[in-house]
């Protein structure tokens, strides 16, 4: 297993987690989503995500019940939805996640979204205030611009911001022009959602063959030179940036073995560059996140 440091404290987390996103919407489907988030803790995918607004909280009772007897082995992350960053709307919805999900602490706590409803200052004076409640350990947000971290951490007082967590993967490479630098100098881990991204248009489905056909075939060369898949080396390639990990939804067994199965390899150098002329970064649109 493949570790890295959460930004600045001295906790170590994978640098694969399990997320679930579309987890907990169908009731039929549940026995199935913690058999999976089962195998994943048992094969050290210890990192878990979830949030509020996931299947309307339905997927933070799929993860309660899933570590219910493991509580302690889990690094545990959920979300607070943009529309209740007020300050009582923060600790209102902290309590009602800490039910959904059986335990009496959050691991890491994060602003879903910037809102347009409630000031900054509230939203993190309440995430500071559960930190000192000991209901969460960390605080970090999602989806915001280098400009909003610096600004979440200025409201933070003494609590570091130690999180930002992004979309990134081969077809969304902005948070390589500011948000990416900022968060290595701060001391902010990057946790990227979405590690596969616009899957079709990366390998090839339906619909978009004239913009996925030359990286599905790109990736599977280089997958089969290392005796991976396509998938695997696309995981690799996000994990190749020190300090980031990733949350890719893995809902069956299947899919979380093929997940184990990008780490504890490399992409060389040639692999890279090949990678960097299909898929370049596009410069300066980072603060787009917002």
């Known amino acids: 297993m493949l570790y890295r440091k959460l930004g600045n404290t001295e906790v170590i987390i994978p640098a694969i987690g399990q997320g679930t996103w579309k987890l907990g919407e169908e009731k039929y489907k549940e026995n199935d989503e913690i058999k999976a988030l089962r195998f994943g803790i048992e094969n050290g995918l ?11 909280g339905g997927a933070e009772r799929v993860v309660g019940q899933a570590i219910q007897d493991v509580r302690n082995d889990v690094f545990l992350v959920t979300k607070v939805s943009a529309k209740n960053c007020s300050y009582k709307g923060v600790l ?27 000031d900054i200052s509230e939203t993190m004076g309440a995430m ?24 979440a951490q200025s409201h933070l007082g003494h609590v570091p911001l130690v999180c930002n ?13 500011q948000i990416l630098p900022y968060a290595k100098k701060h001391g902010v881990a990057i946790m990227g959602y979405s590690p596969f991204g616009y899957a079709p248009r990366v390998f090839g489905g339906k619909g978009f063959p004239e913009v996925g056909s ?7 060369s280089i997958g089969a030179k290392h005796g991976k898949s396509a998938y695997q080396v696309a995981l690799n ?15 069956n ?14 992409l060389d150098k040639d692999d890279l560059a090949r990678i960097e002329r299909t898929f370049p970064r596009e410069g300066g649109i980072a603060e787009s996140i917002s």
């Open 46 to 56: 210890t990192l878990i995500d979830t949030a509020e607004e996931y299947g309307h």
């Open 165 to 177: 967590q992004v979309a990134y993967h081969l077809n969304d490479r902005r948070i390589e022009s």
């Open 253 to 266: 067994q299947e899919h979380i073995f093929d997940n184990l199965n990008a780490i504890g390899w490399e």
């Open 214 to 220: 030359q990286g599905r075939i790109l990736l599977e």
């Open 92 to 118: 209102r919805a902290a309590e009602s996640s800490l039910e959904r999900l059986k335990t009496n602490h959050i691991d890491l706590y994060l602003q879903h979204w910037p809102s347009q409803q409630y």
């Open 128 to 151: 500071a205030e559960l930190v000192g409640k000991g209901l969460v350990k960390y605080v970090g947000v999602s989806n915001f611009s280098a400009h909003s971290m610096q600004e």
């Open 237 to 251: 390639w996000v994990l190749r940036q020190e300090g980031l990990v990733t949350i890719p939804k893995a809902a």
